[in-house]
């Protein structure tokens, strides 16, 4: 037995043997979570001496617990959370017993690092949810818990902790596990394990405590080394999102990535989605060996019987058993940005292989955290929880998020600051993208180009109220006019009154009167015009988005550049004074940012130069077509 | 592949050196700043990092993406989220991430692959007998004549081995019997310190290896 390769064979055989469990601590502010952990890791002698050593030494300095071990130390990694006594950010923490490997992820109690906690949960299997006796069920609490249920975990721990300070009094604990069960009701865990804790002098947490005679459920230990763990996908029908084309040489091609449902064998008859195409599995490789069969979880690359149309962000599924393809769906929303999420603004979606345009096309309600009722709302604020319609730009392979995390989950990115702005769960199809193939028509955009003479174009002024967009834009027109140029010009006047005018000023309702704009003037630009539009158009997001729907040279922008105490001088409509005295909230330049454009087409200089000058430089710019 | 080398040449010309200059300055110029130049000369849009979150109380905080702005700083307190295996990797230009693909591997689950796959590593990592001195606690190993003896230091011969290799002479050698892969798993197993107990930079001061980790080290 002393013989170390036999030692270390038995010892990697029974690691193998023992599952992997990943869980998360959350709850609110001050509830322990960081000292739980801590004292997890010390009761069970996975910390090494050095650590104790470094954190005997640092709970001096920065400790609660006058001069005592301060085990939340251990966790809280970063200097700003050693100050303030707080966790920031997630940490990650390794531990293993005889019974099973751990990954624990400590999470942020502050509403403020809410996107923190939804990074650690969205990995775990289990959550510790810890409430403080003596304060029992908060908002955090219940918001916590319900990101917990939208991102899928089954089990909980209810950890009732600071028990000592009711006195391990029964009642106390009875009442807010009724409480927290009152809650939990409307969420969809499978099952809540309460358990009456002391993470500070470490009551049920490792040790049962013989201050609690009356509970008899398990300690916390005991519980997350018997709760079910990770439910794999195995019985799921086959699917594996395409990672990467291997292609070394010319004669080979096969498609990486990773199953993540199912079992593919050797022959299996299997479908590429988008295209549906479909071919056999003619070998499945690693990076040496060929194996007869991949399972899920498994990294792989498919070697297919024939050629394909198949690439990154493509998903080979079982052929008789595919998934859907949409671009069009319902997901819940877990907003994480300062900046609001706004109805119509577009986004990058990123699965986890592929990135499309996406739109947030209908925000349908967010929830009030405390009482899951749902509100009506067209913005996402930080930490804002939601149902919205996404759209994208091509339809993309995906399956419901509680079937399979991997292919229902993605993420909004920021198109400016390429922040991770949300976190979406899709629950259904609304479209499949099968349906909207246009239909082609004969007598097509070109050729009514063609009869009118001239292209279509679209020229699209933004600037402050009292730039002169309206004056230049007239004044073109008449110019264009007279050349037998088919013009149209969309403005304030034409619009506000009639297809918009169920829109305030609100951000949300600027947004949405800017999508319609930009959708009418492609419609009128199909049927071969030159149309005008003549709008503040105040935020860069929505001029992007009116740009994508054209063709490079179709879309001109126009910046009409007046400063600001020009345009208030000028004042011709008498709106400043009027914002000024409060009187029109939301008024660009006074009260509502103005984004000036970074890169315009055309940047009249409209403070100084007449609008002679500037028509005669837009007239200039398009040409002599 | 191409194999590029860059070295601070401010460094080189001050001769910058940890013996003489004390880890702190070494690490700086050397190391975080001999990076930050090597990054920015070729433009790299990512970096990628062999750190692993249970080695260091920051490195457990960080993302497996990890965002730096154009100056290579880490701003621990404003990551970016990072849920499930959606990981962003959009940037602007002069900004890069870092890249820390078994962020999520322990030291154990290190060198049971190696074991497993028969990965051959360095002989450094066995046990052998080699001159050492002393100090501040570290086994440090005397390699030429860069390390000068401070007055008492004697030069032992031990039977040492290195659990994790940094830079010369900023990383502790350990007593050791494993002179094979088998015995070193069982070292490990039965270990009562931290892999990172012989890093010297760790241990400059609390909230040290994050500091560093600010200004752009890996």
């Not at chain 1, 390769?5 to 690691?15: A, G, H, R």
């Not at chain 1, 919205?388 to 292919?407: H, K, Q």
């Not at chain 2, 700086?28 to 062999?50: E, H, P, R, S, W």
């Amino acid at each position: 037995m002393n013989n170390p390769v036999t030692k270390i064979d038995e010892y990697l055989e029974t690691q193998a043997k023992l599952s992997l469990l990943r869980f998360i601590t959350c709850g609110s502010v001050d509830d322990g979570k960081s000292t739980l952990i801590g004292r997890m890791l010390y009761e069970a002698q996975l910390i090494f001496e050095d650590q104790v050593a470094a954190l005997r030494n640092e709970s001096k300095h920065h400790g609660t617990q006058g001069g005592d071990i301060d085990f939340a130390l251990l966790v809280d990694g970063l200097a700003a959370e050693r100050e303030q006594g707080i966790t920031i950010d997630v940490a990650y923490r390794f531990f293993a017993t005889d019974h099973r490997k751990f990954i624990v992820a400590d999470t942020p109690g502050h509403e403020q690092y809410t996107r923190n906690m939804a990074t650690g949960a969205s990995t775990a299997d289990v959550a510790v949810i810890l409430v403080d006796a003596s304060q029992g069920v908060l908002t955090q609490t219940r918001r916590h818990s319900f990101i917990c249920s939208l991102l899928g975990i089954k089990h909980v721990a209810l950890a009732v902790n600071k028990m000592d300070l009711v006195d391990f009094n029964q009642e106390t604990y009875d009442s807010i596990v009724a409480d927290y069960h009152t809650f939990a009701e409307q969420l969809e865990f499978e099952s809540i394990t309460a358990i009456p804790m002391s993470a500070l002098q470490g009551d049920n947490v490792i040790e049962r405590s013989a201050k609690t005679t009356w509970y008899s459920g398990p300690t916390l230990i005991g519980f997350l080394e018997t709760v079910e763990a990770h439910k794999s996908n195995i019985a799921s029908p086959f699917r594996m999102p395409v990672q990467w084309v291997n292609r070394p040489d010319r004669t080979f091609r096969g498609f990486s990535g990773t199953v993540v449902s199912g079992i593919v064998k050797k022959g299996d008859d299997v479908r590429i989605l988008p295209s549906g195409e479909t071919a056999k599995v003619d070998d499945i490789v690693l990076y040496k060996n060929s194996l007869p069969q991949a399972i899920t979880d498994q990294a792989v690359t498919l070697k297919l019987d024939k050629e394909v149309d198949c690439s990154r962000g493509d998903v080979i599924v079982a052929a008789k058993e595919p998934i859907e393809v949409a671009d069009q769906f319902e997901a819940n929303i877990v907003w994480m940005d300062q900046d609001a999420g706004h109805q119509g603004r577009a986004y990058w979606l990123k699965t986890s292989t592929t990135r499309v345009n996406a739109t947030i096309s209908d925000i349908k309600f967010k929830y009030n955290i405390n009482t899951l009722e749902h509100l009506s709302s067209k913005e996402m604020n930080l930490n804002d929880i939601g149902v919205a319609t996404i759209t994208v730009d091509r339809g993309i392979p995906f399956e419901p998020y509680s079937n399979n995390r991997s292919l229902g989950s993605f993420v909004l990115i920021d198109r400016y600051t390429n922040a991770t702005v949300a976190a979406g769960m899709i629950n259904f199809a609304l479209r499949r993208a099968k349906n909207i193939h246009a239909q082609k028509l004969v007598v097509d955009k070109s050729a009514r180009e063609t009869l009118n003479g001239h292209k279509a174009r679209v020229l699209w002024f933004t600037g402050l109220s009292g730039s002169g967009k309206s004056s230049i834009a007239d004044a073109l027109e008449q110019r264009l006019h007279k050349r037998g140029i088919r013009t149209y010009i969309l403005d304030g006047d034409n619009v506000r009154h009639g297809l918009n005018q169920d829109l305030g000023f609100a951000d949300a309702d600027r947004i949405e009167n800017i999508r319609r704009i930009a959708e009418v003037a492609k419609l009128l630009a199909d049927a071969g015009i030159v149309v005008l539009t003549s709008f503040i158009s105040p935020f860069k997001a929505e001029r992007d988005m009116a740009r994508r729907l054209f063709n490079d040279d179709e879309f001109v922008e126009i910046f009409v550049d007046t400063p600001i105490e020009e345009a208030e001088k000028r004042d011709v409509k008498g709106l400043y004074a009027k914002a000024r005295r409060g009187d029109l909230p939301n008024f660009t330049g006074v009260d509502s940012p103005y984004e000036a454009p970074d890169n315009p087409e055309i940047h009249l200089n409209s403070g100084q130069d007449s609008i002679e000058t500037c028509v005669q430089q837009i007239v200039d710019y398009l040409g002599e077509e | 592949m191409d194999l590029i080398v860059h070295i601070n040449p401010e460094g080189i010309e001050k001769n910058i050196n940890p013996f003489d200059h004390g880890s702190s300055l070494h690490t700086d110029v050397m190391k975080t700043q001999g990076l930050i130049q090597a990054l920015d000369k070729y433009g790299f849009d990512a970096a990628f990092g062999g750190a692993r979150r249970d080695e260091e109380k920051s490195r457990a905080k960080e993302r497996v993406f990890s965002f730096r702005n154009n100056a290579h700083r880490w701003d621990p307190k404003t990551q970016r989220p990072e849920l499930w295996n959606l990981y962003n990797g959009r940037k602007s230009p002069g900004e890069s991430i870092r890249v820390f693909p078994i962020s999520n591997w322990t030291e154990l689950d290190i060198w049971q692959y190696i074991y497993r796959e028969e990965i051959p590593i360095v002989p450094l990592y066995y046990a052998a007998e080699r001159p050492v001195v002393e100090r501040d606690g570290m086994l440090m190993l005397v390699d030429d004549d860069r390390l000068k003896l401070f007055p008492g230091e004697k030069i032992r011969t031990k039977r040492v081995r290195f659990r994790t290799l940094g830079c010369y002479p900023l990383t502790g050698a350990v007593e050791s019997d494993a002179d094979d892969l088998p015995k070193i798993l069982l070292e490990l197993l039965e270990a009562r310190t931290s892999e990172r107990q012989g890093r010297a930079i760790d241990t400059d001061s609390s909230g040290s290896m994050e500091k560093k980790k600010q200004e752009g080290y890996f």
